[in-house]
């Protein structure tokens, strides 16, 4: 971790140093953004925050206070409007996003209180679709192909590192449960990100938690017709899983016989 760290430092300072001497480092706007996590299960291939909490740093030279730390929920759909607000460009009217201008400058500002992320496919094999919403504390995760043996599963125990199984089983509760779970996962995964920020006990179907999951279920519905998602139509996500399936052969993906058609049928 410290050498990952050093290097991104360094790397980093040498762009920036780069920069400075070019002479345009007072009119540049910075942006840095990491990967979304590493190619895992728990990773960028879900809904968990290993994949979708990634390192965002933005600095404007003349705009942008040095320091500011905030924790409202951002995305990186808010770049583009952050962009065009910080460089006078013509606003584009229905963007998705939001300027981040007043949070660089650390000034109040009556923000989003839901953030909403998706999950389809990754490798043109690994399917297994989530819809998901969260606000300051908590996380839902709703799984489209509920109970159904997720294909990344299997991907990545026989991929990535020696005796993972094993490692799994011998790690005790609550990660083994946790790893059981993404294996068939149920329809809904409902986190206490402030208490259980790895998002290893589920809480959906706690009694205590019920209003908390109808209020998030409710905003994932409305999201998800307002955005048009194509697959509120249940039929399109059997459509899909039937097309990648097709590419199997003898248990391991074969790119060369992936005939995707969704773009027909997806937002008819």
Request: glycine fraction near 6%; charge should be negative; proline fraction near 6%.
């Amino acid at each position: 971790y410290y050498n990952c760290m050093s290097r991104l430092d360094t790397l980093i300072g040498d762009l920036l140093e780069v920069l400075e001497l070019s002479g345009k480092a007072d009119n540049t706007i910075v942006a840095y953004i990491g990967d979304h996590g590493a190619d895992m299960l728990r990773g960028k291939r879900t809904s968990y925050e290993g994949g979708t909490r990634v390192p965002f740093i933005m600095r404007a030279p003349g705009l942008s206070k040095k320091g500011v730390v905030r924790h409202e929920l951002v995305s990186l759909l808010d770049l583009v409007p952050t962009l065009i607000d910080l460089t006078g460009a013509s606003p584009i009217s229905n963007l998705p996003g939001r300027s981040l201008t007043p949070l660089m400058q650390d000034k109040p500002v009556d923000w989003r209180r839901y953030l909403f992320t998706e999950f389809h496919i990754h490798s043109a094999h690994n399917f297994y679709p989530q819809r998901t919403v969260q606000d300051d504390r908590y996380k839902l995760i709703l799984n489209l192909l509920p109970g159904e043996i997720n294909p990344g599963y299997q991907f990545t125990n026989e991929r990535f590192f020696d005796n993972l199984i094993a490692t799994i089983e011998q790690a005790g509760e609550p990660f083994t449960g946790a790893y059981h779970r993404m294996r068939a996962p149920p329809k809904y995964e409902l986190y206490d990100l402030n208490n259980d920020p790895h998002e290893f006990e589920n809480l959906a179907d706690a009694s205590v938690h019920r209003k908390t999951l109808e209020r998030l279920s409710k905003e994932l519905q409305r999201w998800r017709e307002s955005t048009n998602d194509p697959m509120l139509n249940h039929r399109n996500v059997l459509r899909l899983k039937e097309e990648v399936d097709a590419c199997m052969v003898d248990g391991q993906p074969d790119k060369s016989k992936l005939k995707l058609t969704y773009t027909d049928y997806f937002f008819e």
